[in-house]
């Protein structure tokens, strides 16, 4: 039987809420409770997939590099989200990006061959699994606009509106951690908030970045 910890856990993922009380305590049964400290790494890119991850508290980021060590962030990650669901379904299941805690972290980790047979056996599961591969293509497919088609004053008015209010919000980004976002380099970051700040758009304070002007911010991010 699986522990009440875990059930509850697995209760308050996004992707398993709505799914049967029976089907939930199915997947508690096969999950186990994974803690990280703030920096860890929790996969590699290029590894073998050892297992599916929810998280259960905490905020993680998910990132690829190059041969040449530039990040590309694909997302930050909160409670209740999952993260490498796609590995066990493929011929070579190896994971896709890395994935590290930003915070002290709390996780659901299902092995992968445990989590196919639980696919193939619980058809409400398949189900919720194939939404979240349908929002993840979205996601992706919207990074790839922002990448090929907005250039990078689009794209930093875009980061800092979104970023503007909510949890973030409080946040201190350094330049290299908003380059990693934008698919760019430190020192574009520094020129174009230098701009930026210039021609009256944002303050820049230290680390905290205060938006003066949403409208004009707005227009460019939509350019």
Request: overall charge negative.
């Given at each position: 039987?699986?522990?009440?910890?875990?059930?509850?856990?697995?209760?308050?993922?996004?992707?398993?809420?709505?799914?049967?009380?029976?089907?939930?305590?199915?997947?508690?049964?096969?999950a186990r409770l994974e803690r990280y400290r703030p920096g860890e790494i929790v996969i590699l890119e290029g590894e073998p997939c050892r297992a599916v991850f929810f998280v259960v508290a905490g905020r993680l980021r998910v990132w690829r590099s190059s041969a040449e060590g530039r990040e590309q962030v694909l997302t930050d990650l909160e409670h209740g989200q999952a993260f490498n669901t796609v590995p066990p379904f493929l011929a070579l299941p190896v994971?896709?990006?890395?994935?590290?805690?930003?915070?002290?972290a709390t996780l659901l980790a299902i092995a992968c061959d445990d989590f196919v047979e639980l696919v193939r056996a619980e058809p409400e599961l398949a189900l919720a699994v194939?939404?979240?591969?349908a929002d993840r293509i979205v996601h992706l497919v919207n990074l790839v606009e922002d990448l090929s088609l907005r250039s990078v004053r689009g794209r930093l008015a875009?980061?800092?509106?979104?970023?503007?209010?909510?949890?973030?919000?409080?946040?201190?980004?350094?330049?290299?951690?908003?380059?990693?976002?934008?698919?760019t380099v430190r020192d574009v970051v520094g020129r174009t908030l230098r701009a930026?700040?210039?021609?009256?758009?944002?303050?820049?304070?230290?680390?905290?970045?205060?938006v003066l002007d949403r409208?004009?911010?707005?227009?460019?991010?939509?350019a």
């Open positions: 039987m699986p522990t009440d910890e875990t059930l509850t856990a697995v209760r308050e993922i996004g992707l398993l809420r709505a799914l049967p009380e029976r089907v939930l305590a199915r997947v508690a049964y096969t994971n896709h990006a890395t994935v590290r805690a930003l915070t002290s194939l939404r979240d591969f875009r980061f800092l509106l979104e970023r503007a209010e909510g949890p973030a919000a409080a946040q201190r980004w350094t330049q290299d951690e908003i380059a990693a976002h934008l698919g930026f700040a210039d021609e009256g758009l944002v303050r820049i304070e230290r680390q905290r970045i205060v409208e004009r911010l707005e227009a460019l991010a939509e």
